[in-house]
C-alpha cells in the first residue's frame, strides 16, 4: 500500500492534521520555554499528564481532557510552590515524583495495563479521533489567542525579568500564565509523541532555531517549520516502506527533531562567523 493510499485514509488524514496543530503550538511556545530555561517544567508538566489522562480514562473514559485538567492543576502546582526562582526545579522534582506515583497507583487498577500505558507515554497519532480532534483545535486556538496577548509582556519578561518589573511588567502574572499555557500545549503534543517524548516538540525545533538566530521573530517562524518538518514529517516516514518493524509514529518524529537540531548546531556557529565577518 503506498503512501498515497493512506493519505485517503481519515485516520491519517486526522493525524496530520493533529500534528500540524501540535507542531504550530509547539513552535510558538518552545522559544519562551528555552529562553525562560523551562525545559524541566516542561518534563514535569508532560510526566504528570500522564496521571491526569490515565485519571481521566478511569474516571470519564477520556484520556485527553484528563490529561488537560490534570496538567493544569499541575502548573498551578508549580506556580505556586515554585514562585521563587531557586525553587523551582525542586517544587516540579517533589511533584512529579508524587504524580507519577500516583499515576502508577490508579493505572494498576485499570484493565489493559500494559496497552494503556503504552499509548499514553507514546503516543497514538494515528488514533486520533473526531471528538479528539475538535479538542485539539479548541486547545491550539485557545494556546494562540494567549500568545498574542502575553508575547510582548512574556518576551521582555523572559529576557530582563528586573527591568521589566521595575517598567511595572507583571512578571509573576506573565510567569504563571505561560506554566498554564505551557500545560496546555504539552498536553496537546502528548497527544501525539506520548508524555515521555513531548520535549521533542516542545523544546527541540526551537532550541535548534536559537542556534541560527537571535532574532525572537525568526526564531518562532523557525521554530514553527522545524516543528512541522518533525510532526508530519515522522508521520509520513512511518507510512512509508522504511517502517518494516511497525515503529509508532513517535519514535520517526522524534529521531527527525534530533537531527534538525544536530544539523543547527552545525550549521549556526558557521553563520555567525559569517555575520561577524562581513560586518568587520
Known amino acids: 500500500m503506498g503512501i498515497g493510499s493512506y493519505l485517503h485514509l481519515p485516520a491519517v488524514q486526522h493525524a496530520l492534521i493533529a500534528g500540524t496543530l501540535v507542531a504550530i503550538v509547539s513552535g510558538l511556545i518552545g522559544p519562551f520555554v528555552v529562553t525562560r530555561r523551562a525545559a524541566f517544567a516542561v518534563h514535569g508538566v508532560s510526566e504528570l499528564s500522564f496521571t491526569g489522562a490515565v485519571a481521566g480514562l ?11 485538567l490534570g496538567s493544569l492543576v499541575v ?5 505556586l510552590l515554585g514562585a521563587r526562582e531557586h525553587e523551582r526545579d ?3 522534582g517533589v511533584t512529579l515524583a508524587f504524580g507519577l506515583g500516583l ?28 471528538g479528539q480532534l475538535v479538542l485539539l483545535l479548541a486547545v491550539a486556538g485557545a494556546v494562540l489567542v494567549a500568545m498574542l496577548v502575553l508575547y510582548r509582556p512574556l518576551l521582555f519578561a523572559s529576557v530582563d525579568p528586573d527591568v ?19 500545560a496546555i500545549t504539552v498536553t496537546e503534543a ?31 517562524v ?19 516502506g522504511l517502517n518494516t518493524s511497525n515503529v509508532p509514529a513517535s519514535a520517526f518524529i522524534t529521531a527527525i ?17 559569517r555575520r561577524r565577518t562581513a560586518q568587520a
Open 257 to 273: 527533531s534530533f537531527a534538525v537540531y544536530l544539523l543547527a548546531r552545525l550549521v549556526g556557529p558557521r553563520s555567525v562567523r
Open 222 to 240: 523557525l521554530a514553527v517549520l522545524f516543528a512541522l518538518l518533525a510532526s508530519d514529517g515522522g508521520l509520513l516516514v512511518s507510512l512509508t
Open 103 to 130: 499515576g502508577v497507583y490508579l493505572l494498576s487498577g485499570h484493565g489493559g495495563f500494559a496497552r494503556t500505558a503504552s499509548e499514553i507515554l507514546f503516543g497514538q497519532i494515528l488514533g486520533v479521533s473526531n
Open 90 to 92: 525542586s517544587a516540579i
Open 75 to 79: 502548573a498551578a502546582a508549580i506556580g
Open 58 to 68: 478511569i474516571w470519564a473514559d477520556d484520556a485527553v481532557l484528563g490529561a488537560l
Open 164 to 182: 521589566a518589573e521595575a517598567r511595572g511588567v507583571p512578571v509573576k502574572l506573565a510567569g504563571l500564565a505561560f506554566l498554564f499555557v505551557l
Open 190 to 220: 502528548a497527544q501525539i509523541v506520548g508524555t515521555l517524548l513531548v520535549l521533542s516538540l516542545a523544546i527541540t525545533p526551537a532550541a535548534a532555531a536559537h542556534r541560527l538566530s537571535s532574532r525572537p521573530a525568526v526564531v518562532a
